[in-house]
């Protein structure tokens, strides 16, 4: 049994699913969610709640007795850090003799760690996972789990005819909300600033003239100031509640993206089958780390400095 910690809005919790699938893949074995952070603080916003519902995914939920068993007692600073260096140099004897002790394995960096199908199973993954490495073995059928489990509304459906309309065509992920009003995530991810934004848009028409641009955003009247004063856009904004698996899905119809720092927008552009394509994404990633999630962005995408 796999177990993998859920945390996070939907972007995130993809790349945790996508991780522990892998890793259960693998082994041959089932994969369980533990979404117990939720039940924690029920009052989150909504984007930070459990989303993976609306997806063709295995709503597999872990129980209490069966995370207490599979992640065992906290491993010490000093054991997790043999137990890294264990695995990179293949020394399974005192991999075993670690993991004995327990099986939670927390992310021992925010690059990819390239002992993760070492760790034996059963195992409880507690991290972000946020490199498609982790996955690239069973990338078709993350595909699959990725859909949606039910119908687009009336609104989106109208929206996705109107996007395969002939034509060059690009979504722009536009991210501020908390990431401006939480401090933490102000000063640690940061909002984008609109240089990124337009040096993006210039290299996009440049290299699809004619494109149309469809704008994805937390905080649509905040975006105006991004384009140059005269240019088309069209701004996305499903109503009626929470709607994010919908856009997620819309973001996939597009050929070529501009990405925010977002798990969210990130998986919008991933999820497009085709290869000859247009995505540029900001580098950094994150404002504070600027060597952490060096390989998130796949080697055909484009990065634009922010």
Not at 45 to 56: C, D, G, V
Not at 259 to 266: D, V, Y
Request: net charge positive.
């Amino acid at each position: 049994m796999i177990i993998t910690r859920l945390s996070g809005g939907l972007g995130n919790q993809m790349f945790q699913y996508a991780a522990g699938l892998a890793l259960a893949a693998h082994h041959r074995t089932t994969l369980r969610l533990d979404v117990t952070r939720y039940h924690l603080d029920p009052e989150r916003e909504p984007h930070n709640r459990y989303a993976l519902a609306a997806l063709n995914v295995g709503q597999h939920f872990a129980a209490a007795a069966e995370i207490e068993h599979v992640r065992g007692r906290r491993l010490s600073r000093s054991e997790r850090l043999f137990l890294r260096l264990a695995c990179l140099a293949r020394l399974h004897f005192i991999r075993d003799r670690l993991t004995f002790v327990g099986h939670w394995h927390r992310e021992p960096t925010r690059r990819h760690f390239p002992g993760f199908f070492e760790w034996p199973a059963p195992a409880y993954l507690d991290g972000m996972w946020q490199s498609p490495a982790y996955f690239a073995p069973i990338e078709d059928l993350i595909r699959q789990h990725f859909t949606l489990r039910y119908p687009l509304g009336e609104e989106a459906r109208a929206i996705a005819a109107d996007i395969s309309s002939p034509g060059p065509t690009a979504f722009v992920h536009f991210r501020r909300g908390d990431y401006a009003r939480n401090p933490i995530f102000a000063k640690t991810i940061g909002v984008l600033g609109v240089d990124y934004y337009r040096r993006a848009i210039e290299e996009l028409r440049r290299a699809h003239p004619g494109v149309r641009l469809y704008v994805f955003s937390d905080e649509p009247s905040s975006i105006a100031a991004v384009f140059p004063s005269g240019f088309r856009f069209r701004i996305i904004h499903l109503a009626g509640g929470w709607r994010a698996h919908e856009e997620l899905y819309l973001m996939s119809l597009f050929p070529h993206a501009i990405l925010s720092n977002s798990t969210f927008a990130w998986w919008g552009a991933w999820l497009h089958p085709g290869r000859d394509r247009t995505v540029i994404a900001p580098t950094p990633w994150l404002l504070d780390r600027p060597a952490a999630l060096t390989d998130l962005i796949p080697p055909s995408w484009q990065t634009i400095p922010r």
